[in-house]
Every structure is written in C-alpha cells, then in structure tokens.
C-alpha cells in the first residue's frame, strides 16, 4: 500500500540559510499533519491543513511557513534557520470519516544544521 | 484537547503481558483514544483506536472503562522488537480540529 513520502531524507543546512521539506500525503487523505521532534524529545504539532486551507497551528516559529498544493502535497518551508532546528520533522496524512482518524506518518527529513 | 498521562518508562521481559496506562480525566464526549508506537528515527505508527469497552486487533487490546478517564494497552507476549515509545492521543477530528498534541510517551523496554 501507498504510504507517506517525504524528501529529501537527509539535509544538512548552515545557520541562517533556508531549507523546503516536502511531504507526499497518501492517495485521497484529505489531512496533513507537520511534526518537529528534537532529540530524546516527544512530537510537537507544528501546522496542519484540510482540503489544502490551513486548519490548525502549533508551535511553528515564524520563520517557518508551510502550505498545501491542488495535488495535495506540502511543503515546510524553514528560513534563517538556527542551531536549535536541528531535529528529524515527520509529516502525516490523514483521511477521517466523522470524529475518528488515524494518521499515518512518513519516514521523516532529518535536518542538521551547522 | 485532553491532556493525557502515561508512565514514563516501563520494563519487561520477552513473553510476558505488558499493560500500559493512560490517564484523560479531561476526555470529552466526542474523542477517541488512540495509541501509537515508535521506534528510534521512525514516524510513529498506529496500533489501536477505541471509543469505549474493549477494542482488539491482532497486535494489541485496548480496554476503556465506563467512565472513559483511562485507557489501557495490552500487547500479549512482547518481544524484543516491541521496545519503543507508546504514546496515548486523545481527541476528536470534527470538533477539536487538526491539532495534535502527543504527550510524554512511555518508553517500554523488554529484555531478553
């Protein structure tokens, strides 16, 4: 079955430059969920959108923005980025039917930077 | 969002029954209990979803008492490959919207 795609995997990013994560939900989810988790650290909710409008914010710092394409996918896009972003940030998508919904994560973009 | 309470680590063996508990004294009426887990460097994964009694699939159960203010998963005879974090969300997609707030998860250890 189709799951969650996220690219790159891996990137690596100096103080102050600019990074784009990309997240590929799974076909017809109509939800999808940004998560930044620093090391050691439980998931923290940064932003989610539904049929593409943005529907719920977290803790995503102002340098950071994300939207959703008409082909459903995401892009996080994180500027002047600080030593303190490094962390593995997962995406997951989402199709809920009433109030029950499960979310499948992707396998995350570890972001390192020096 | 109901705030949930896990323990923050547990030990077991290879085998054994392991029963985590989750604590959401603030539940409202429309959320279910979701439980996921997650290994190192992986998104988390879904295990089991409940409303109320006792849900089963074939990797875990999930009892909910009556008054819904705690859950319980039961993973029958863990192995080593089930060390990882567990993690209880409760919420409710239509009226709590689109955030998601994961709590301190339980980080489970089985040994050999």
């Known amino acids: 079955a189709a799951g969650v795609i996220q690219s790159p995997r891996h990137l690596i990013k100096e103080k102050r430059e600019t990074a784009t994560l990309k997240c590929y939900p799974i076909?017809?989810?109509?939800?999808v969920y940004w998560y930044q988790q620093g090391p050691g650290q439980d998931p923290q909710f940064l932003i989610s959108?539904?049929?593409?409008?943005?529907?719920d914010k977290g803790s995503i710092p102002d340098r950071f923005s994300a939207q959703q394409f008409s082909d459903y996918h995401s892009e996080l896009n994180m500027s002047s980025l600080e030593l303190g972003d490094s962390a593995l940030y997962f995406c997951?998508?989402?199709?809920?039917?009433?109030?029950?919904?499960?979310?499948?994560f992707g396998p995350g973009t570890r972001l390192l930077v020096l | 969002l109901a705030k949930t309470t896990q323990p923050i680590s547990m030990d077991s063996y290879e085998g054994q029954e392991v029963n985590i508990t989750c604590s959401h004294n603030?539940?409202?009426?429309?959320?279910?209990i979701t439980w996921y887990q997650q290994f190192p460097s992986q998104g988390p994964r879904f295990i089991i979803q409940?409303?109320?009694t006792k849900v089963t699939n074939e990797v875990a159960s999930l009892f909910i008492p009556a008054d819904r203010k705690s859950s319980t998963l039961s993973l029958p005879r863990v192995s080593l490959s089930d060390t990882a974090v567990y993690y209880c969300?409760?919420?409710?997609?239509?009226?709590?919207?689109?955030?998601?707030?994961f709590g301190a998860g339980t980080r489970l250890f089985v040994k050999a």
């Open positions: 603030n539940i409202a009426t429309n959320d279910y």
């Open positions: 969300l409760v919420g409710a997609r239509n009226t709590g919207g689109f955030k998601t707030i």
């Open positions: 076909p017809r989810h109509d939800t």
């Open positions: 997951a998508s989402s199709y809920g039917q009433g109030a029950q919904e499960t979310q499948y």
């Open positions: 409940g409303y109320k």
């Open positions: 959108f539904y049929e593409k409008m943005q529907s």
